[in-house]
């Protein structure tokens, strides 16, 4: 479920600030893979093990942030350092 224009335009990334885009499709997968690949963690350190179905990304594209059932799950300790692993 597409996260409304509105919502979006104010929404920011809790950490740094910037503002969030929906995390295009190619990322997405190879998120996922990486994900499958059990080489995933979050920002707490605890491995992410669910693959994403939507998420939000930073405007540096560092940090993602996933969606779940459309709802943003913007929590500092869950954010997906993307930077890390190279995506």
């Given at each position: 479920m597409?996260?409304?224009?509105?919502?979006l335009?104010?929404?920011?990334?809790p950490?740094?600030?910037?503002?969030?885009?929906?995390?295009?499709?190619?990322r997405?997968?190879?998120?996922?893979?990486?994900?499958?690949?059990?080489?995933?963690?979050?920002?707490?350190?605890?491995?992410?093990?669910?693959?994403?179905?939507?998420?939000?990304?930073?405007?540096?594209?560092?940090?993602?942030y996933?969606?779940?059932?459309?709802?943003p799950?913007l929590?500092?300790?869950?954010?997906?350092?993307?930077?890390?692993?190279?995506?």
């Open positions: 597409p996260i409304d224009k509105r919502l335009d104010i929404l920011c990334c950490l740094s600030r910037q503002p969030l885009q929906m995390l295009p499709r190619e997405l997968d190879t998120l996922n893979a990486a994900i499958a690949a059990g080489s995933v963690k979050q920002h707490d350190g605890a491995a992410l093990s669910q693959t994403v179905s939507e998420a939000l990304v930073t405007a540096d594209g560092k940090r993602a996933r969606i779940d059932d459309g709802i799950v929590l500092i300790e869950e954010a997906i350092e993307l930077d890390l692993l190279g995506l």
